[in-house]
């Protein structure tokens, strides 16, 4: 993997100019690529150019071992240990350590990228002699990285990111773009602690990505960042009309939903269990939209729902009297068919 320049250059182009900025040096997705990944775990310390690493402790941009990798886990640690002294003055010196501790997890479904998870944990700090009085200008980062990460997918679909950074001193970053060097997917955080979920629709082909996450500190020192908890990037694939889970609520055991909208017929198709014989009748919502009601319901028939939107997130719902008393709701929801 070599020296990081990752993190920075990421934060640093976005904050500046945006998407563009941050797409420009993320290499293009190739025309055809399997899932393949280069992983590892980095420390890097800088400081303005008054100041420069002393011999000792250590070096200001420590690598872990660089895995390669399609499918699986893999785990890497790496610790940061290092100072710096302003030459126009002895006195002032900066300290910066730091530990990180990864395992990122891949998973393919027929070759194509199904899901990848990001972990890591650890800590950061910075002590300056002089504090916020210090020439220095101190920064520090620990982060696990990929650099790229290239996967395919031979379907329509959705690539959702879903993002955990602790506080104080969390960072992640999660960039895709096709093999044309088009934006699909950026969700880049620093600072405070973050849960966010991002998404972008995907036609069929090869991208390529950056992901990270770590702790960073600087510029105002002595800044110390400390993370019991873990910090995680989940980036996972969903096909065009494909569920996003599984069917909730107590009426899933009388009616079975499908794993996924029929996005050529603008269909759902949903089929009575075995169990039917208990529900005396059943209305069946689209985005809390009327669309169908059965009355007899039996075991084994179809309950079709037509002309859905292929733009719009799906959510269907049961809703379920029971012969014997009471009711029972079931729902499932699903991405879109188009972007």
């Not at 959705?158 to 044309?180: E, I, M, N």
């Not at 400390?226 to 980036?235: E, H, N, P, R, T």
Request: charged letters at 15%; aromatic letters at 6%.
């Amino acid at each position: 993997m070599g020296k990081s320049v990752l993190p920075r250059r990421v934060l640093a182009a976005t904050a500046a100019t945006g998407m563009a900025a941050a797409l420009a040096w993320l290499p293009a997705g190739p025309a055809s690529a399997a899932v393949a990944a280069t992983y590892g775990v980095v420390g890097q310390a800088s400081t303005s150019g008054s100041c420069t690493l002393t011999s000792s402790p250590g070096s200001d941009s420590p690598t872990s071992g660089i895995s390669h990798f399609s499918s699986g886990t893999k785990k890497h640690s790496v610790n940061l240990d290092a100072s710096f002294a302003n030459t126009g003055d002895a006195t002032d010196t900066v300290n910066m350590v730091g530990h990180y501790t990864s395992s990122m997890n891949i998973v393919r479904k027929g070759g194509n990228l199904a899901s990848m998870t990001m972990k890591g944990s650890g800590n950061v700090s910075i002590d300056a002699s002089k504090g916020s009085a210090t020439a220095c200008v101190p920064e520090a980062l620990v982060a696990a990285e990929t650099q790229p990460f290239q996967f395919t997918e031979t379907s329509p679909g959705w690539l959702y990111v879903s993002r955990h950074t602790v506080s104080k001193s969390g960072l992640a970053a999660t960039v895709v773009q096709d093999a044309d060097g088009n934006a699909v997917l950026l969700d880049i955080v620093q600072g405070n602690a973050s849960n966010g979920l991002a998404r972008g629709f995907t036609k069929p082909g090869a991208f390529s990505s950056l992901v990270l996450v770590g702790l960073a500190a600087g510029n105002v020192p002595p800044i110390i960042g400390k993370a019991a908890q873990q910090s995680s990037v989940v980036l996972t694939f969903h096909k065009a009309g494909s569920a996003l889970a599984g069917t909730k609520g107590a009426g899933k055991k009388f009616v079975e939903f499908p794993s996924s909208v029929s996005c050529g017929s603008k269909k759902a198709t949903l089929r009575w269990t075995s169990s039917a014989g208990k529900v005396a009748s059943g209305a069946f919502f689209v985005n809390g939209n009327k669309k169908a009601s059965d009355s007899t319901p039996r075991g084994g028939d179809k309950i079709v729902l037509s002309h859905l939107s292929p733009k719009a997130d799906i959510k269907i719902t049961a809703q379920l009297k029971l012969k014997a008393g009471g009711s029972a709701t079931a729902s499932r929801s699903y991405v879109p068919c188009k972007g």
